[in-house]
């Protein structure tokens, strides 16, 4: 997929024209060299500024203020349980839990890197169930339609609009893994909103890439037990932060100005309004969070019982390989030991073993353990925060 840097360098004008030649051969020869050396050579003006061979990190991510609107909406929107297909396979579906039941909102963030900024320009949300950007699949489709009307196609991360304490989830990192291996960059950003915080009044948006062990690991499409030691893989460095700063277009921004607070006139004292006030009238103390602590904590203890459920999970399936292995073992050997026997015997030997059955079945995924690590992590972060608030508001 081409770029939307090399798009931009693209659409410019070159700085040179290519001489006619009398020859039709070479006229097309040298127009196809022409459009492919505009499509890939930036302009001297922006060579510091466009990023097209993804040479620098990203540093920093500008969401529009358009873009954080849009994912808002989508978090609040009533969306159908995913379906059962976007589980793992190979392990017992998670309990049902209130934590569960919601609905994580993922989409695709679109826009251009540059001098190491993430743009976010636009973004468009996914439908559940979409796990990968195939072919085939319904962001791809919907990339060919923004390109033909000449908006910004170039996908640059993911979104993700959860209820977990604001970590990110195995469909979301694996997507955001697709992402970069479909731009051709090495580089995607992810953009978490914790809706169980906006709902709450406090507004939480934050901006992540892929550690460099990650980005290995997701390349190699292996996140067993001892990729995830190699690379030092937990739920602390499966991901790097991000500064992120939320901008309004022009246009939003001249028109926020113009707006203004009307003026209130003071009402005459009364006996409600007194000009002198009155003594504070002392009430009972009540609990200034009667929802939002209880929710945490529930939310906590759904994270430990869904943690609970994968490592009790990975443990059968360990023991499962286990067994595994040693019967591929003993069936390698016993035909070791055949085929010896037969050789001295005079008579052919049966077909060895291929490879992939010597090396026996692959170690189970451990992916989805180190997001569940992180959503008790923050869920217990955020009870931690809510529980100091509540403390202060109750004797302050």
């Not at 914790?194 to 901006?207: C, E, T, Y």
């Not at 292995?325 to 055949?338: L, P, W």
Request: proline content about 7%.
């Amino acid at each position: 997929m081409t770029s939307m840097a090399a798009a931009l360098a693209a659409s410019l004008p070159a700085a040179t024209s290519v001489r006619q030649s009398n020859n039709t051969a070479n006229q097309t020869s040298s127009a196809g060299a022409s459009a492919a050396n505009n499509a890939t050579k930036v302009p001297q003006r922006l060579e510091g500024v466009v990023d097209v061979e993804a040479g620098r990190e990203v540093e920093s991510v500008s969401l529009n203020s358009l873009v954080f609107l849009k994912i808002m909406k989508h978090s609040t929107d009533i969306l159908p349980a995913p379906p059962s297909s976007t589980l793992q396979q190979d392990r017992n579906a998670p309990p049902p839990t209130a934590l569960s039941s919601h609905t994580d909102c993922l989409g695709v963030l679109l826009g251009l890197d540059l001098d190491g900024v993430m743009e976010v320009e636009d973004s468009f949300a996914l439908p559940g169930g979409e796990t990968g950007l195939g072919p085939n699949s319904y962001s791809t489709r919907l990339l060919n339609h923004l390109r033909e009307v000449q908006t910004p196609d170039s996908p640059i991360g993911i979104y993700l609009s959860t209820h977990n304490g604001g970590f990110a989830t195995r469909v979301s990192v694996d997507l955001l893994a697709a992402v970069e291996k479909n731009a051709g960059r090495g580089k995607a950003v992810l953009v978490i909103h914790d809706a169980s915080r906006a709902n709450g009044g406090d507004l939480s948006v934050k901006a992540y890439r892929l550690s460099e062990g990650a980005r290995d690991a997701a390349k190699k499409g292996k996140w067993d037990g001892q990729t995830l030691t190699e690379h030092g893989i937990t739920a602390s460095t499966l991901l790097t932060p991000l500064p992120i700063s939320v901008t309004s277009p022009t246009l939003i921004s001249a028109f926020l100005s113009t707006l203004s607070t009307p003026e209130t006139t003071p009402a005459s004292p009364s006996l409600t309004t007194p000009s002198v006030p009155l003594p504070p009238s002392f009430q009972a103390l009540v609990n200034p969070l009667p929802t939002s602590l209880t929710s945490y904590l529930q939310n906590t203890l759904d994270s430990l019982t869904l943690h609970s459920h994968e490592a009790n999970n990975v443990a059968f399936l360990t023991r499962q390989i286990a067994r595994e292995k040693v019967k591929h073992e003993q069936v390698i050997k016993d035909r070791e030991e055949e085929n010896a026997r037969r050789r001295k015997q005079g008579l052919s030997e049966f077909p060895s073993i291929s490879q992939e059955i010597r090396g026996g079945t692959k170690e189970p995924s451990r992916l989805e353990m180190v997001c569940l690590g992180g959503m008790v992590d923050g869920l217990a972060k955020g009870m931690g925060a809510e529980a100091g608030k509540g403390l202060v508001r109750a004797y302050l």
